[in-house]
């Protein structure tokens, strides 16, 4: 794929890579690529970061056929720089895409892009351990006009943000709210994609959660509201008895790269995991016992987090005196080790880049 390259004349000062928080910061170029049906993808380019013009009739802001993803840029020790399992991500992308009937993407030509970019922007790339380049692939539907039907225009950009922890809590436990009220996907809808709209719909529970003092709120199905499902802006798992059990994807969970990488570390180690259906009834029985052990959420952003205390039902759950429990912690350590260099990486899913 050609890509163009046009370079700011007014670079950004870079933020205190001290103090990043999460996506705030946005670095000075972007990735842009159109589609047009009966063209396919065209005019790839990186150009200055920039807002868009869009038509009041733009069809993604009426319609959210708009798509996302989510992964990482990493600096290792010695100064170069890696992705973790980028096609993965490119791959669930494309399948997001499927989904919302958007046009497929070359794989290749998404990572060549990824690549370009990063490498364009490689000094954005903080240095700190714990702290990365956050990549936020997106594609949205640039139809002008009302009415429901797929758009034949779309615009795939890719923009970087220098971030540090997803939650405030940073690698600390946090509080988390079993929503019984509102849901989030359904069998058959999209709840497997990174589909804009899923995030939309969460919102209303994680305001309820956050004005009780919760940071997220963990799903259950939403036929029965018995099973556990995800949190959201990361899956879950639980220690129960020795055994890590995440809940099995059936298709309104979404398929976790960090996820995936979990139960394979797991599986490498020879450690129990079960990828099966977990109700919320024995889930808080295993609470009540003591045999909950440990609870975490594993995500691109969220990394793996240790949740401390669930809010069921009207009663409070603490976990592990609310604190990291050892395979959390060891199963961060793993994982980071892996992304930032640290360790060896025995599964190849470091992907290293080109800067020069
Ligand atoms: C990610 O983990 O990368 C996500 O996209 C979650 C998002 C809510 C930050």
Redo the contacts with the bound molecule.
């Keep these: 794929m050609q890509i163009t390259i046009t370079r700011t004349t007014t670079p950004k000062a870079k933020p205190d890579w001290k103090n990043l928080g ?2 705030k910061y946005f670095t000075d170029h972007m990735f842009v690529m159109d589609y047009t049906d009966g063209i396919g993808w065209h005019d790839a380019r990186i150009v200055p970061y920039a807002p868009f013009a869009l038509d009041p009739a733009t069809m993604c802001l009426h319609y959210a056929q708009e798509t ?5 840029a990493y600096r290792h020790e010695d100064g170069s720089i890696s992705l973790f399992r980028p096609l993965e991500n490119i791959r669930r992308l494309n399948n997001s895409d499927k989904r919302l009937c958007i046009p497929a993407l070359d794989e290749e030509d998404v990572l060549q892009a990824i690549r370009e970019l990063v490498k364009v922007d490689a000094d954005w790339v903080p240095t700190d351990y714990e702290t990365s380049l ?1 990549i ?1 692939p997106f594609v949205f539907a640039t139809d002008i006009g009302v009415g429901v039907h797929p758009s034949h225009t779309y615009k795939f950009v890719i923009i970087l943000s220098p971030v540090g922890a ?1 939650y405030p809590e940073g690698v600390n436990p946090v509080k988390i709210y079993v929503e019984d009220e509102y849901t989030r996907a359904s069998i058959g809808g999209t709840g497997f994609t ?1 589909a804009a709209a899923n ?1 939309a719909i969460s919102l209303a529970a994680q305001e309820k959660a956050q004005a009780l003092g919760y940071t997220q709120v963990l799903w259950l199905d939403s036929v029965e509201k018995k099973y556990v499902e995800e949190v ?3 899956n879950v798992a639980f220690k129960i008895n020795g055994t890590v059990i995440t809940p099995a994807l059936g298709g309104s969970i979404l398929p ?1 790269i ?1 996820r995936k990488s979990m139960v394979e570390l797991l599986k490498y180690w020879g450690h129990p995991v079960e990828e099966r259906k977990l109700s919320i009834d024995e889930l808080i029985e295993a609470a009540q016992n003591g045999t909950l052990e440990e609870a975490f959420g594993t ?4 990394v793996i987090s240790p949740i401390g205390e669930l809010y069921y039902e009207g009663k409070t759950y603490t976990i592990n005196n609310f604190k990291t429990g050892p395979l959390t912690q060891k199963i961060y350590d793993a994982l980071t080790g892996i992304q930032w260099g640290k360790t060896e990486d025995p599964f190849g899913w470091v992907v290293p880049l080109e800067t020069k």
């Design positions: 999460f996506g996302f993803e989510g992964m990482k956050y936020r997803y990174k995030y959201g802006t990361m976790g960090t995500g691109t952003a969220a």
